[in-house]
C-alpha cells in the first residue's frame, strides 16, 4: 500500500496537511491526529479525482527524496512535521472473505458492533482501516 508524504503544520489554531506528491490535496483539523486522518480521507478523495479526470495517480516519493526540495525544507525549517499517510481507497464493491477468529474475539467483535450500532462487517472494516490508517 503506497503511503504519501504529508507535512503538517499549526495554522490558524487548528492543523493543515498537505502533500507534495499530490498537488491540491490539503486536509485540516483540530489536532495533529485528526488533521492526518482527514488527510487520508482526502488523499483518497484526491486520487480518485484524478483517476476519474483521466490522469493517473502520481506515485509516492520517499522522505528523503522530498526533504531535497527547497519548498519542503523550508517548510519543515518552519517547524512543519512530516507524516506517513496510506493510501486506502474504497472501491464501493463489497467483497466476501472468509477468515478465522477465536470464538471470544467474535464474541468481543460482536458486542462492540452492537454497541456502536453497526453490522459486524462494517465494525471490523472500521477497524481494520483505523488501524492502517494509524501505520500498522
Known amino acids: 500500500m503506497p503511503r504519501y508524504v504529508a507535512l503538517v503544520a499549526a495554522h490558524h489554531g487548528e492543523y493543515a496537511v498537505h502533500f507534495p506528491d499530490a498537488p491540491g490535496c490539503s486536509a485540516a483539523g483540530p489536532t495533529v491526529d485528526e488533521a492526518i486522518a482527514n488527510a487520508g480521507e482526502a488523499l483518497a478523495g484526491w486520487i480518485s479525482d484524478e483517476l476519474a479526470d483521466g490522469r493517473s495517480a502520481p506515485a509516492p516519493r520517499s522522505v528523503e527524496e522530498l526533504r531535497q ?52 462487517s462494517k465494525f471490523m472494516a472500521s477497524a481494520v482501516r483505523e488501524k492502517i490508517e494509524a501505520g500498522a
Not at 78 to 105: E, H, W
Request: no cysteine; net charge positive.
Open 69 to 120: 526540495l527547497d519548498s519542503v525544507a523550508q517548510a519543515v525549517a518552519r517547524s512543519a512535521m512530516i507524516s506517513l499517510v496510506p493510501l486506502v481507497r474504497s472501491s464501493g464493491r463489497l467483497t466476501k472473505a472468509n477468515i478465522s477468529l477465536d470464538s471470544g474475539l467474535l464474541l468481543a467483535i460482536d458486542e462492540a458492533a452492537d454497541r456502536a450500532g453497526m453490522t459486524r
